[in-house]
């Protein structure tokens, strides 16, 4: 039983342009949503979070949107630039809810590739 | 500044074998964990430390030991090494969601 879906295994957008990854939850329970972004050969490394207590997060080019009634969350990277070819891993857990541990629950990812 | 150091890089194990991968943080964190990454899965958590001395099973442990004497090592063991462990395994650390990932190993069972 998948919780935290990404059902877009690649992604492929023009340099300039807007990059929106997409990413759905079945787990009620989770209330803290994260991103991760993965290169070859190298472990992934946390770009930006978002708590179920609001809708929107910005770091630079970089926003999460959540949709709590929808359980989607979608990443939106603009401007788009040939370094963000990656793959893109969505993660979940139960912050507020209390034992998490700090333990994720992590997508499949989505291969993201920004043509020059 | 080394982070996270997972050791070996590459492995190839056969069948029945048995091997520990290692993993050491420098950052004085106290969770850690041991994921491994397989094509069309994502990543899935086998087990999981909240501090020294102590761990727990994550989502798909079967086949996994683990121990944490020290704070700052993470081992897994495979005692009897299958092909369906053929897998990149990642070891991260933390002190809250913003994990600190190894470079992974890339284990071979045949």
């Known amino acids: 039983d998948q919780q935290v879906k990404q059902n877009s295994p690649s992604l492929s957008v023009q340099e300039g342009r807007i990059s929106i990854l997409n990413c759905d939850y079945t787990n009620s329970m989770f209330d803290y949503f994260l991103w991760y972004k993965k290169y070859p050969a190298e472990g992934p490394t946390f770009l930006i979070s978002i708590s179920s207590i609001k809708d929107k997060n910005e770091d630079g080019r970089f926003t999460v949107f959540l949709n709590k009634s929808a359980k989607h969350l979608s990443l939106h990277i603009v401007p788009s630039q040939p370094g963000d070819s990656a793959v893109y891993f969505c993660a979940a857990s139960r912050l507020y809810s209390g034992g998490s541990n700090y333990k994720l629950t992590f997508g499949k990812g989505t291969l993201l590739t920004v043509n020059p | 500044n080394a982070g996270v150091t997972q050791t070996p890089k590459f492995r190839v194990l056969k069948t029945g074998q048995s091997m520990t991968l290692l993993c050491a943080q420098d950052m004085n964190h106290e969770y850690m964990y041991w994921y491994r990454q397989d094509p069309g899965m994502g990543l899935r958590l086998i087990h999981y430390?909240?501090?020294?001395?102590?761990?727990a099973k994550g989502e798909v442990p079967d086949g996994y030991n683990v121990s944490r004497l020290k704070k700052q090592n993470f081992l897994l063991g495979l005692e009897s090494a299958a092909p369906s462990q053929t897998s990149v395994y990642f070891c991260a650390s933390s002190v809250a969601y913003g994990y600190t990932f190894g470079s992974g190993t890339r284990l071979t069972v045949v």
């Open positions: 430390s909240v501090g020294e001395g102590t761990t």
